[in-house]
Nanobody, 111 residues
């Protein structure tokens, strides 16, 4: 069973940037979907960004600020988050093929 491990979370001021990475313990070549979800306290987990083949999708509230990318050679995918807002504060989870999850990484946007 392939395992996913996130990294790159932390505390950042509003307007700042963070880059999250998800490392798979095996090849991602067969993954038809790779994405990032987030869950804020008291809220449901929601899709932030996803990549399928050469296509990407983003939640409306992150369009223009977040960018998802993949690196097949390194078996990783990343989420570059710019212009962060306090409402982006959440635990971010990477996901593969909708059924495989990482353990989550905390992102806190606060001054």
């Amino acid at each position: 069973q392939v395992q996913l491990v996130e990294s790159g979370g932390g505390l950042v001021q509003p307007g700042g940037s963070l880059r999250l990475s998800c490392a798979a313990s095996g090849s991602i070549f067969s993954f038809y979907f790779m994405g990032w979800y987030r869950q804020a306290p008291g809220k449901q987990r929601e899709l932030v960004a996803g990549i399928t083949g050469g296509s990407t999708t983003y939640a409306d509230y992150v369009k223009g600020r977040f960018t998802i990318s993949r690196d097949n050679a390194k078996n990783t995918w990343s989420l570059q988050m710019n212009s962060l807002k306090p409402e982006d504060t959440a635990v971010y989870y990477c996901n593969a093929n909708f059924g495989l999850w990482g353990q989550g990484t905390q992102v806190t946007v606060s001054s």
